[in-house]
């Protein structure tokens, strides 16, 4: 019964003096932050067109589509960088909400038509968007500017957010006269490309296009160093 409670006691100190050796750790998190030009936009752009019958108003769309995607093959842009992301047609209806409590009715159609297109050439930009509301684009969804390849200032951000991490974890253990130890574990976020918030003038558009400043974005890397400490 002794020597029970003694394995007892001996692999309970030694359960508290693993907890106690996995609690001497140093975590630190950091970001980096790489700002670049960018060298691509994206665009959203659609069709709607309204009519008393559906399939007219889904001709009068179709055609105009048609006719966009004929321009921007002519501007050399490539297949694989224009994709159709909605095509719908919906009711239009009339007499909702009235106050006489007549039925609604269908009174015409609505088709929509909306095109994903990238455009890696930021010369043509605006040449770009100009030409396609000429063809009949009458809806934008948005505009977005991107890098074509990211990885290269990926591994600058993530180079940057190690070093920071490094040095937060020096600094804490300075403070804690204690040593820092070899790193234990290490994870990282990619935030992705957004727009920097102190931008820069950044002509896109040329002559007789719609003006367009692609400033700057940014690329960021968060990580979460654990560090050991040595004593």
């Excluded at 790489?34 to 060298?39: H, Q, T, W």
């Excluded at 976020?189 to 040329?206: H, L, N, S, W, Y």
Aim: cysteine-free; overall charge negative; aromatic content about 4%.
């Amino acid at each position: 019964m002794k020597k029970f409670a003694f394995l007892a006691a001996l692999m309970a100190a030694t359960a508290v003096g693993a907890a106690h050796a996995e609690e001497r750790r140093i975590t630190v998190s950091a970001a980096g932050t790489v700002l670049a030009e960018p060298d691509m936009a994206t665009i959203t752009l659609g069709v709607t067109n309204e009519n008393a019958q559906a399939a007219a108003a889904m001709k009068a769309t179709s055609d105009a589509v048609s006719q966009i995607l004929a321009r921007l093959d002519q501007m050399g842009i490539d297949a694989r960088d224009v994709q159709t992301r909605d095509l719908s047609l919906s009711p239009v209806w009339a007499g909702r909400g009235n106050q006489a409590g007549e039925r609604p009715e269908i009174s015409g159609f609505s088709a929509s038509n909306r095109v994903f297109v990238r455009v890696r050439d930021l010369t043509q930009l605006g040449a770009v968007m100009d030409a396609v509301i000429q063809d009949g684009a009458n809806d934008f969804g948005g505009l977005s500017f991107g890098i074509q390849d990211p990885k290269p200032l990926e591994a600058e951000a993530r180079a940057k957010a190690v070093a920071e991490a490094t040095a937060k974890a020096e600094q804490l253990a300075q403070a804690a006269t204690v040593t820092l130890g070899p790193v234990q574990q290490i994870s990282e976020q990619v935030g992705g490309i957004r727009p920097a918030a102190q931008m820069r003038e950044f002509a896109t558009a040329d002559a007789g296009g719609i003006p367009v400043a692609g400033g700057e974005v940014s690329v960021s890397v968060n990580v979460t160093m654990e560090f050991g400490i040595s004593q």
